[in-house]
């Protein structure tokens, strides 16, 4: 994840101030735990700053198409991620803050700049579900070949079916109108 600096001077100087941003980074990909969402085609953004008097406030979208494995076959799968941007950015130096201040708040440095990526960042993170499916009733891989059993049964299921000696066989054989 690349730096997204902003300048808080001059264009942010007054209270009531407001400056918009709008357009695309080239973050080929972000990380959520250990899912990897490919994004070739960058992340939108359009995010508002508006200067509070003691601070700048930050609000917005960011939205991408990502490309991640399918969490239970693995297969690529697309899908569209918004999330709602949100940050606030002290324009008090972190030097002059008490230590509890220093921890709670985020600060523009002395120069005025501060960056805004990891609140993008956070917000396409919220905003991805734990489960991303390829197919809502995808069957995912067998638990024992890994096979895809999208793709029909595999050959754990055949085998299963030759065991007649199993008193469980006939369990496989109970249908379930409901589901
Ligand atoms: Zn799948
Ligand atoms: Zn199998």
Redesign the pocket.
Known sequence: MDEFIVAAYPQLSEPASTKVLEGTLAWGYFAVGAMRLDTPNGIAYRVELTNTGEGIVLSGTASCTATTECTRCLKPTNIDIEGQVEGYFLLQPAEELEGYERDEFECVDADGNFDIAPAIHAALVYATPYVILCKDDCAGL?P??G?DLNEGP????LADEDDSDNPFAVLKNLKFDNE
């Open positions: 067998c024992k070949c096979a595999c050959e754990c299921d």
